[in-house]
T-cell receptor
């Protein structure tokens, strides 16, 4: 089946620190990969995506590269801000599975001033 | 800016009562999803519609949950009777494409259900 594993949180950082959130996946088929962000009390917002191997998704200073050889899609940001405090979800989507999103368990990030 | 609308935002209900949630997807979006997100976990798909038809309801507890999208536009998710373990965030999402896996899914703000 399809599954996503991401590092458990919480991850606590100081402002301007480097952030990495690890994400690995297993999939039957060739998935598209996504990172979603969820702010307190809110729904999910798409942060970035990659649809094929070696693609790099980027948005708002965040980046993630689709690594087929390691089945990974790690999220990185070079200098975090307090406003980046949220829960981050890695997800995959496989066409053969009806295009539904399969999510990881989420990683809470707390950035302190 | 178009968005997925959900109501209510918060719902508290007693065990064994019935509860319903409503979702209005972005206009023109053929695919609609209902996800359940238990606190501290990632969302899990309950049911997926393409237009008015159910595409996937394999994870929907059909003894107590039902979902409909009668005219292929808005949708209602119902729980009857509610149990304590149903306490969660219920998220609705929609996407434009019918078959393309590259179309983005847009999420609503969710309905936070607490069963007491």
């Amino acid at each position: 089946g399809n599954s996503v594993t991401q590092m458990e949180g919480p991850v606590t950082l100081s402002e301007e620190a480097f952030l990495t959130i690890n994400c690995t996946y297993t999939a039957t088929g060739y998935p598209s990969l996504f990172w979603y962000v969820q702010y307190p009390g809110e729904g999910l917002q798409l942060l970035l995506k990659a649809t094929k191997a070696d693609d790099k998704g980027s948005n708002k200073g965040f980046e993630a590269t689709y690594r087929k050889e390691t089945t990974s899609f790690h999220l990185e940001k070079g200098s975090v801000q307090v406003s980046d405090s949220a829960v981050y979800f890695c997800a995959l989507r496989v066409g053969a599975a009806g295009n539904k999103l399969t999510f990881g368990g989420g990683t809470r990030v707390l950035v302190k001033p | 800016e178009a968005e997925v609308a959900q109501s209510p935002r918060y719902k508290i209900t007693e065990k064994s009562q019935a509860v319903a949630f409503w979702c209005d997807p972005i206009s023109g979006h053929a695919t609609l999803y209902w996800y359940r997100q238990i606190l501290g976990q990632g969302p899990e798909l309950l049911v997926q519609f393409q237009d008015e038809s159910v595409v996937d309801d394999s994870q929907l507890p059909k003894d107590r949950f039902s979902a409909e999208r009668l005219k292929g536009v808005d949708s209602t998710l119902k729980i009857q009777p509610a149990e304590l373990g149903d306490s969660a965030m219920y998220l609705c999402a929609s996407s434009f494409g019918r078959t393309s896996m590259n179309t983005e899914a847009f999420f609503g703000q969710g309905t936070r259900l607490t069963v007491v």
